[in-house]
């Protein structure tokens, strides 16, 4: 009977430290790889610039949230006081900015934490309940103690052998196929 052979997603090198995985992931990004991930039980500082992850977006994210709700809430304020409802109470202008200032700051603030949440999750990529990588039964210990470097097929880099030997030379306890 003929075995059904899954595609492959790609290649996955299980490491003993956090020295080990770094020293690896800054390896393998110096061997042109750049579909690479990797795993930890804890953060490793290192790491993100190991596999080439240093310039995060998230910061423009929060920046474009926090000045679309300060446009909103000063807007809306504007909208209401100016527009939709103008009482002169005591001779004051109809935009009176000064009395508008802690309702734009909230809203800044606001808008920006809301953006923060949502781009953290969206540039994640979460919630992800499904990883091809869970596929490995021995991924099962990245949340306890053991550290793994992910090489994607898509990478165009990869080739199955050519992958597999350097993974191999990186000195890692195991390496297994990642299938989909």
């Known amino acids: 009977m003929k075995q059904i052979r899954t595609p492959l997603f790609g290649l ?10 770094v020293r690896a992931a800054r390896a393998t990004y110096e061997a042109g790889y750049r579909n690479i991930d990797a795993y930890s039980p804890f953060p490793i500082e290192e790491l ?3 596999i080439g992850f240093g310039h995060n977006r998230l910061s423009l994210i ?3 949230g926090g000045i679309i709700g300060g446009l909103a809430g000063f807007g809306l ?3 209401a006081a100016g527009i ?3 009482i002169n109470v005591g001779g004051r202008p109809l935009n009176s900015w000064p009395a508008f200032i802690p309702i734009t700051f909230e809203m800044t603030v606001l808008f920006a934490a809301l953006a923060a949440v949502l781009g953290m999750l969206a540039l994640n990529g979460l919630p992800q309940p499904y990883h091809p990588a869970f596929n490995v039964p021995r991924f099962a210990q990245a949340s306890n103690d053991r550290f793994f470097l992910l090489i994607a097929k898509a990478d165009p880099h990869f080739t199955h052998e050519g992958t597999l030997e350097f993974l191999k030379s990186l000195n890692p306890r195991e390496v297994s196929d990642v299938d989909r």
């Open 12 to 21: 996955l090198a299980e490491f003993e430290s956090p020295t080990d995985l």
């Open 84 to 86: 939709t409802y103008p």
């Open 77 to 79: 304020q504007y909208w």
């Open 62 to 64: 929060v920046l474009i």
């Open 48 to 50: 993100s610039e190991a």
